[in-house]
């Protein structure tokens, strides 16, 4: 074999091997591009699907955003705008959130507002119930010494009852006793006095004849001294306290004072010994009754 013929040999079988792997190279870039067709139908469909969710997500907000402003526009006193007429429905919805935002702030700004008074509120409502609870337990302190003052009350009304049913039965004791003492006094300061002549208080028994020397017819130096027994109804009474003048019959007569007084307790006029003329005046009764409660005088 030549040379040429070699070389052509060699040639061919080099051309045969490039050529197949041409063509196995050709395969595995078509292989590829097919699969990397298929990743991208895969991702285009799942783009579709995610473009599909986020379109129902968008679209659910923009209804939940719709009827939230629905809500919120029921709200008085929020501010509304009205919106010229725009040929994008975007720009429509953006307004439209615009306005809904400021109804959503004017109502935020509501809220605190109206937390802030319900804040005030409550402080004052919290200051209120401790004045209540303070006052209310003043009332309870109060009512307890209301209570405690009326117990004493009562214990008084019957301490006071006591003691009046005992003042009652010590008056009745005292007029008891007053009534005695005054029986006692009576008794006491009761004192008698008779004035009359000598015959008639002999002949009353009021007076006798004593001593003397006893002779044949009469008995000479006889004095007369007050009888031993006497009435007392034969003789005035009177009180010692209140009675301090005796008066006689006949100022101008001497009277002679037979019973046992002595003239030095009393104011007389022209007394001689035991006998005087005018009224008798008792000046010292203690002692001119302490003698005998019985006074005799004989008008001469």
């Known amino acids: 074999m030549t040379y040429a013929s070699r070389a052509t040999r060699l040639l061919s079988a080099s051309l045969l091997v490039v050529g197949v792997a041409c063509d196995k190279s050709a395969l595995r870039r078509g292989d590829s591009l097919q699969t990397q067709l298929t990743e991208q139908q895969l991702l285009s469909n799942e783009l579709n699907s995610q473009k599909d969710s986020l379109t129902r997500v968008v679209l659910d907000a923009d209804a939940f955003l719709g009827q939230m402003d629905s809500a919120i526009k029921t709200v008085r006193g929020l501010p509304r705008t009205r919106r010229a007429a725009s040929e994008s429905p975007l720009a429509d919805q953006v307004a439209a959130r615009k306005e809904m935002m400021e109804r959503v702030n004017a109502l935020v700004a509501r809220a605190k507002s109206t937390a802030n ?174 003698a005998s409660r019985f006074l005799i005088l004989v008008k001469q």
């Open 117 to 290: 008074q319900l804040a005030e509120v409550q402080k004052k409502e919290a200051d209120v119930t401790n004045q209540n609870a303070q006052m209310r337990e003043q009332n309870a302190v109060q009512a307890q010494k209301i209570a405690d003052d009326a117990q004493l009350i009562i214990d008084l009304g019957a301490t006071i009852e006591r003691q009046r049913t005992q003042i009652i039965t010590l008056e009745a004791r005292l007029d008891s006793l007053s009534t005695e003492i005054t029986t006692l006094g009576a008794r006491h300061f009761r004192a008698y006095y008779i004035i009359g002549t000598e015959k008639e208080l002999l002949d009353k028994h009021i007076i006798v004849k004593e001593g003397g020397a006893n002779l044949l017819f009469v008995r000479a130096g006889r004095t007369l001294q007050p009888a031993r027994v006497l009435d007392a109804e034969q003789f005035t009474g009177i009180d010692q306290r209140e009675a301090k003048m005796i008066e006689v019959p006949d100022t101008t007569k001497r009277y002679k004072l037979i019973s046992r007084q002595d003239l030095d307790d009393a104011d007389v006029q022209a007394r001689e010994k035991n006998t005087f003329k005018g009224h008798l005046k008792i000046t010292k009764p203690d002692e001119f009754w302490a």
